[in-house]
């Protein structure tokens, strides 16, 4: 009987439009989610004056979402592995649109915070499996590209969120800003009817029919043998503890990749949080303070993009770290007065340097772990690092209550980018990925007769 080991031939499949439609469907879901994350950024001027919302008060009520995410991340991410990806992100997707939507009947900030809350653990479980998903199913030279165009759909959500609000909120009232994100429960059935659930899982729980079904669709040129028998290099049982992560080896790369989630997402969460007020205060008006994160999340895109693009040529560890020291340069020089295009620019920055290696960051922590684990190493890493989300906007409410120069402010937000990039190079030099030894194999279906598995 022949053996086939089933990553081996997705990561040397060609790229196809199966891989097309998984890629745009896990984007389109995080252009939701990335619209619901960046929402109160866009919103928090107009809070603070109706509920008049103290610095302080606004950086806890942005909190409560991100709270969500963290435990959001540590419950759907290990769920996954369990009941599989594709009903994991179903889930998460019902659970934070439903709750975004509710948000814009809220009357105090009270009911907000908790709609805030429940959102944001929906948010938190998508992520990391929608990035196991398409990790999973992307061929080995593309795999860094792919799950950065995915997680474009991340940046493009803040952009749309950004351009929305400055037509809605001048016209409509914030409420209007909640109220639009249930129209997208319409693609819910498309979502549940293309959406593949992941090969490695229809494997785990003895579903082989619909595993060859998924190969046949990842490598259409390849016919799998009647008798060939597949199985994964990297399989465990059932049971996935999170003591996993520091076994064979992974303990130091586990600890620096959280280090780098929470440090990077605290700048995201504070510069997407704060800059539009931030700007208010320095002069600027709510359109053009609007524009400063519409420009944030553009920027996201492109670095997610070519960063994506740069991983898959070099290292993509080492373009992380460079992208980290890149972004806590833009984002120090942001407090100092600069002429407008320039300005635009240091924000463009800013944002493909923290939004953008953020993604970056799920694509590196995605190939760090073994299949078995990915979407716990994923969950757990979004975890941690929602920590440091948490934190950048209490940090920012509590630099604005302290009425510090503008250029304190955002010396302070770049201060974490430094951290992540000594992470980073920590784990360059004393980690490599587990599965280095299984991806030098010869593929188990190279003696097969050409064309037949």
Sequence with gaps: MKTIEVHQVIDNARFTKFHWMVTWLCALLLIFDGYDLFIFGAVLPVLMKEWSLTPVQAGALGSYALFGMMFGAFIFGPLADRIGRK????????????????SGFATTPTEFGLYRFIAGLGCGGLM????????????????????????SGYSLGGVLCAGMGIYMLPRFGWQSMFLVTAVPLVLLPFILLKLPESVGFLLRHGQDGKAREMLGKVAPEMRLAVDARLVQADVKGAGVPMLDLFRQERATGTFMIWMSFFSCLLMVYALGSWLPKLMANAG?????????????????????????????????????????ALGTVAIGLLGFNSPMPVLYLLIAIAGATTIGTQILLYANTAQFYPLAIRSTGL???????????IVGPLLG?????????????????????????????VFIFRCRSPRSEASAMAPAWAAAAPGTL
Excluded: H
């Excluded at 009903?87 to 509710?102: E, N, Q, R």
């Design 87 to 102: 009903k994991g992100v179903a889930i998460s997707f019902v659970v934070f649109t439903l709750s975004t939507f509710m």
């Design 128 to 151: 990391p499996n929608a990035v196991a998903l398409m990790n999973e199913y992307a061929p080995k030279r593309l795999r860094s590209t792919l799950v950065a165009v995915m997680f």
């Design 284 to 324: 600027y008006s709510l359109g053009s303070s609007l524009s400063f994160l519409l420009m944030l999340n553009f920027g996201g895109v492109v670095g997610a993009i070519v960063g994506g693009w740069l991983g898959d040529r070099f290292s993509l560890p080492k373009v992380i770290v460079g992208f980290f």
């Design 379 to 389: 969950g757990w890493a979004s975890g941690i690092g929602r920590t440091g989300a």
């Design 397 to 425: 409410g509590w630099l604005m209550a302290e009425a510090l120069p503008l250029k304190i402010n955002f010396l302070v937000f770049a201060a974490p980018g430094l951290a992540a990039a000594l992470a980073m190079v």
